[in-house]
């Protein structure tokens, strides 16, 4: 069989037709777009002159949304015990929040850390297997319970996993209600499909403002927005592992006489319980984010704990909390993870008793037995002297690092040195670049850029939500966050392009790599601040730093992936045909692998968006402080403007580099 793509040589010859057309579609379009634009440019740059001058949003353009946001907030608090609205729905529903949330504490609180500590053992065996696997899930559950115990985070943890274990819930049931209409019906799923890409593409910051606006803080918005923004991937999930169900399988169970409920519940959920289960794991890591940022309403926990610290920058105290976070975390992934790979499986003889209902009678029964242990031994709440308090000697070390490391530093020049620096000759001129632009220029540059990535629709979508932020007034602000987005994106494209591309070409370090990947990927947004204040301190560097961080897992593992599903006969004709191992990945891996490298850039704008916005909380300013000021302050005609403006910069964002990929995938 011939090569379907090949690729360029020395001596210029075409490796192959594929490549070679699609590149020719490519150079095509864009010439044709380019031209278009160019035309129109000279019609509407001199327009633009004409007409909007220069400068910032004219202030007759903008609409003031504060002030009727702070009177809606002033109208709720008012009437938040007398409005039927809140007597006989919103006051239930919260209350309903609070008693389930509080019941499932209560329920954890009486099994004792004995028994406790026992259940999570015992759950995490019993899901991850009886074997080896297991053994090593159920390990990790037992060290992170007793890390837990002994930076003296047992009561906050065990808060944070009431609320997960609410939140979780419910945002599985809705999730799956929502996952089985839009996988059985091409309507629903249609119209489903674009309200979970522009919740994908919201911050977490911006799911706290409405929840806050309507219940005020406290636990109601904290359990009911998380339940919000980890319900996507649960209902996403569902629908994709219906609508993927084996269609001979369905065509035998409508032949031997099943209805559409019976085909549902015998052949589609069953054969979706993988999707499903990926589904549960995503929806568990983004609830386990969000009850962390949720700490800045009100919900208690290792979150608020968190939160605390940051506020008065000490760095040990956040330590001590953000290090439960990452293991609870790291328990969660591994334990759903094992369970997964587990279905499909065989059950060994030895392990077979085991099984089903009996393996977790034997789980309840153990932990019972543990938690009377317990009470029987008065060891209900962890024992004082078995904690140990790292804050200081961890602020200690801190403030060894900013006496040595911060400057002065032999070549390096040290943390403050590369900050202001990187602030000085990056963030500052980029950010004054957008401000000096004009206003009308500006949107013209997006709805530019949106077309020659995807289509008119895209153009007018992205154009008029970057002119909804100059409505809302806060375009400086808005501007200035986009600096940072785009400061963190570059960084974290080239670091992350340069290892997905040394992973893929090298076996031993992507094995080396995966763990710290694996690491990284569980970490709430809300952790990665906490090493970088230690370093670097509360300045905008930190937020850049952070995010770039945070989206570099994603980055890199896209880009590996993509590179690896090149085709090999594609590599195997250029190599025969004396292509160097540079020009391979020059001219044959990266090309093909461009639909895998335009997903990276967006999940990569995605997630610095989400970061640079929690930035606010260590200097980063801009539009995150508005909403951690809106939040902390009761200012919410300010928070919220800010949580709009953040959420039209994000589909601008997202619609500039989400559809080229989609365009990539249809051609390839």
Not at 143 to 155: D, E, P, Q, R, T
Not at 287 to 308: K, N, P, Q, T, W
Not at 328 to 341: H, P
């Amino acid at each position: 069989m011939t090569a379907a793509v090949t690729a360029p040589v020395k001596d210029g010859a075409t490796a192959g037709p594929a490549l070679g057309r699609f590149a020719a579609v490519v150079r095509h379009r864009a010439g044709r777009k380019l031209l278009a634009l160019t035309a129109a440019a000279f019609v509407l740059v001199p327009l633009g002159i004409v007409l909007g001058g220069g400068g910032s949003w004219p202030a007759g353009l903008t609409v003031d949304v504060s002030g009727p946001l702070d009177d809606a907030n002033l109208w709720v608090i008012d009437n938040r015990d007398t409005h039927p609205l809140f007597l006989y729905f919103l006051l239930h529903l919260s209350n309903t929040a609070t008693d389930a949330v509080g019941a499932v504490y209560t329920a954890l609180n009486a099994l004792g850390w004995p028994g406790f500590a026992a259940l999570a053992v015992l759950f995490a065996w019993r899901a991850a297997g009886l074997g080896r696997r297991g053994a090593k899930t159920a390990g990790t559950a037992a060290v992170v319970f007793a890390v837990c115990g002994l930076l003296g985070m047992w009561n906050a943890t065990l808060l944070t996993l009431a609320l997960m274990v609410v939140a979780v819930g419910l945002a599985c049931v809705l999730g799956i209600l929502l996952g089985l209409v839009a996988g059985l019906s091409d309507r629903f799923h249609r119209m489903l499909r674009p309200v979970l890409d522009t919740m994908q593409v919201m911050p977490a910051f911006a799911y706290l403002l409405p929840f806050v606006l309507v219940f005020g803080t406290g636990t109601p918005a904290a359990l009911l927005c998380t339940v919000i923004y980890a319900a996507p991937p649960m209902a996403r999930l569902t629908a994709l592992g219906l609508r993927g169900a084996d269609a001979g399988v369905l065509e035998a169970s409508s032949s031997l006489g099943a209805n559409g409920w019976q085909r549902l519940w015998t052949a589609r959920l069953p054969l979706a319980r993988r999707e499903m289960l990926l589904g549960l794991n995503q929806t568990i890591m983004m609830a386990l984010s969000m009850v962390v940022i949720a700490a800045l309403v009100g919900a208690g926990g290792l979150g608020e704990e968190v939160y605390s610290a940051l506020s008065t920058v000490d760095v040990g105290k956040a330590l001590s909390a953000g290090i439960p976070i990452v293991l609870i975390a790291v328990w969660l992934d591994r334990t759903t993870a094992a369970a997964g790979e587990r279905l499909g499986t065989s059950t060994p003889g030895a392990s077979r008793l085991l099984h089903g209902w009996r393996g977790w009678s034997l789980v309840a029964a153990a932990a019972a037995t543990a938690a009377v242990a317990g009470r029987a031994l008065s060891a209900r709440t962890w024992p004082q002297g078995w904690t140990y308090d790292v804050s200081t000697p961890v602020n200690r070390a801190q403030g060894w690092v900013t006496e040595h490391l911060a400057s002065g530093v032999p070549v390096l020049g040290g943390t403050d040195v590369w900050s202001e620096n990187f602030t000085l000759w990056v963030l500052n001129p980029l950010r004054d670049g957008l401000v000096w632009l004009p206003w009308w220029a500006l949107l013209l540059l997006v709805a530019a850029l949106a077309w020659l990535a995807g289509s008119w629709a895209t153009a007018l979508t992205s154009t008029l939500a970057m002119g909804a932020v100059g409505v809302l007034g806060v375009w400086t602000e808005s501007l200035d966050t986009l600096s940072q987005v785009i400061a963190a994106l570059v960084v974290t494209l080239l670091l992350g392009f340069a290892l997905g591309v040394a992973a893929a070409r090298a076996g031993r370090f992507e094995r080396w790599m995966r763990p710290v990947l694996d690491a990284m990927q569980t970490m709430p947004q809300f952790v990665y601040l906490i090493p970088v204040v230690a370093l670097f301190g509360v300045t905008r560097a930190s937020a850049i730093i952070a995010a770039v961080v945070y989206a570099l897992p994603a980055v890199v593992r896209i880009t590996t992936q993509g590179i690896r599903d090149v085709d090999p006969s594609a590599l195997e004709a250029a190599r025969s045909m004396g292509a160097s191992s540079r020009q391979q990945l020059l001219q044959v891996q990266l090309p093909l692998a461009r639909p895998a490298l335009q997903l990276a850039v967006n999940q990569g704008v995605v997630l610095v968006l989400a970061v640079v916005v929690v930035g606010g909380l260590v200097g980063g300013g801009a539009l995150g402080y508005d909403v951690v000021k809106g939040l902390s302050r009761g200012e919410m005609g300010v928070g919220v403007t800010a949580g709009a403006a953040i959420v039209c910069l994000g589909l601008v964002l997202d619609r500039l580099t989400q559809p080229g990929a989609a365009r990539s995938r249809s051609h390839g």
